[in-house]
């Protein structure tokens, strides 16, 4: 059952007139259930002359109220006041509405439920719904007996509560974006997982493709090899067929030449001793069968044979050998995790000529360095070096390397005739590649001295001539 009072609501700041207690504009800390003070507002300024002073606000006194046992409703008038400038403060004991000139006021009798109590503002009215803590029915709004001491503790102390829920609130609300930011950093981190696992997943499908590729071309190529070394057996298989065809006909015409002879014996001894001679020289034997014989040899350093040489003596000069080239290679720190046999200069220049029959370019270059710098005396490794330069185009390091190999090969003799036909086809070619076809024209022509019946250097010679004629004409 609802009930209703209408009345004054109890002052707060005494009757008009009287001094007034502290400014209660203060107290219009914004709750969250309530509106709150809007910036920039401009109140509608009432006439002066009809107002007390600003510092004294009028008690708005004609509302109305009414309640059930769980709510408390209140209407309380604007008179004229806009909107906008209507300021509402609550807790759970008190309820102010502050729009200058009016104030309203009051200290409820019993707490009320301030998070979900509402405000509605329409129509120049104001119409509060207020939920009670207990279940019960009020005997008056506000509290009774209540002097102004009393008023103030209320007032700071809803204050205080506004307040701590207001920082409660923020760091509520703190908390909550960084959780969202939280979550929103997890989400873009899984994004980012998933994309590189994506991307991760198509490098290894790419990987497993050309692996397939590389296999299935590998296999193309081991039936290639073996379609041709099936090839080769076949044809090897003809070449012995034939061979032993031409065997069985020369084993057969000895055979007839054999029994030609035996019937010419039969016709008497006269013709036997006329043909005899005849026939031996006629008489073919069959051809031998074709092998090879491997041989080997025992190693040995130096070139006289071993029951010529004296053992003890040798060992004795190649340790004495090995000390000097020891003592002369302390300052080369590339031979120091070396084995001894691999500080030799021959070694060095073997191992370079196999890395150079592998197309392993640099380091064959490396090998012969080391081995220049163990002795520089011997003109193949400059030779075998200008090789590698030319292969990678390093043409005027090949050209030193040829042009140091020549000073090297000297007097001209023909034990070293095949070396500096190489030094001068090498320096040659590297000149031609540089387009100084004049100069390689004279290194080849140099070569041919050397060997005149070699037809490839012939052949190059005379394109050379034929391009520095033509360079010519065109000039």
Not at 236 to 243: P, T, Y
Not at 385 to 414: F, G, M, Q
Request: charged share 30%; net charge positive.
């Amino acid at each position: 059952m609802t009930r209703r009072w209408k009345g004054r609501a109890r002052g707060t700041l005494g009757t008009r007139g009287a001094a007034a207690g502290p400014d209660p504009e203060g107290l219009a800390l914004g709750n969250p259930g309530f509106p709150s003070n809007r910036a920039g507002a401009c109140p509608k300024q009432p006439n002066p002359r009809l107002l007390p002073p600003p510092e004294m606000p009028l008690q708005v006194s004609d509302y109305t109220w009414q309640q059930t046992k769980t709510s408390v409703f209140i209407s309380v008038p604007l008179r004229g006041v806009s909107v906008r400038d209507a300021d509402v403060f609550c807790t759970e004991n008190y309820l102010k509405v502050n729009f200058p000139p009016f104030l309203f006021e009051v200290f409820l009798c019993a707490p009320i439920d301030d998070e979900n109590s509402k405000a509605k503002i329409g129509n120049d009215t104001i119409i509060f719904t207020l939920y009670k803590k207990e279940v019960a029915m009020w005997e008056t709004l506000s509290l009774s007996g209540v002097d102004k001491e009393m008023m103030q503790r209320i007032r700071e102390k809803s204050i205080l509560q506004a307040q701590e829920r207001a920082k409660e609130a923020t760091e509520a609300k703190a908390a909550a974006r960084r959780e969202d930011q939280k979550y929103a950093l997890n989400v873009m981190m899984q994004i980012e997982e998933e994309e590189r696992k994506k991307i991760e997943d198509m490098k290894e499908n790419e990987r497993m493709k050309a692996t397939k590729e590389l296999e299935a071309w590998k296999e193309c190529q081991r039936k290639a090899e073996e379609q041709k070394r099936i090839h080769r057996e076949e044809k090897f298989c003809e070449q012995e067929k034939q061979i032993e065809d031409e065997r069985k006909k020369l084993k057969h015409k000895s055979h007839t030449r054999i029994s030609a002879s035996r019937n010419l014996a039969t016709k008497g001894r006269n013709s036997e001793n006329i043909f005899l001679e005849k026939l031996k020289e006629n008489s073919i034997p069959a051809p031998r069968s074709v092998g090879s014989i491997k041989i080997n040899f025992t190693p040995r350093v130096f070139p006289t044979a071993l029951r010529e040489s004296q053992v003890a003596e040798e060992e004795e000069w190649l340790h004495k050998q090995a000390e000097a080239r020891r003592a002369l290679n302390t300052d080369i720190p590339e031979l120091s995790d070396l084995k001894e046999e691999e500080k030799n200069p021959e070694w060095l220049k073997d191992k370079g000529n196999k890395l150079f029959a592998t197309e392993n370019y640099l380091a064959a270059i490396n090998a012969y360095n080391l081995a220049i710098r163990l002795n520089n005396k011997i003109p193949l490794l400059y030779l075998n070096r200008a090789a590698c330069h030319l292969k990678l185009k390093n043409l005027h390091k090949a050209i030193e390397d040829s042009s140091k190999a020549l000073e090297l090969l000297t007097p001209p003799v023909a034990d070293n005739a095949n070396g500096r036909m190489k030094a001068h086809i090498r320096r040659g070619t590297a000149f031609c590649q540089l387009e100084l076809y004049v100069e390689g024209l004279q290194d080849y022509e140099a070569a041919l001295k050397i060997d005149p019946s070699n037809e490839i250097v012939q052949n190059d010679a005379e394109k050379i001539r034929n391009i520095i004629q033509g360079t010519e004409l065109k000039s």
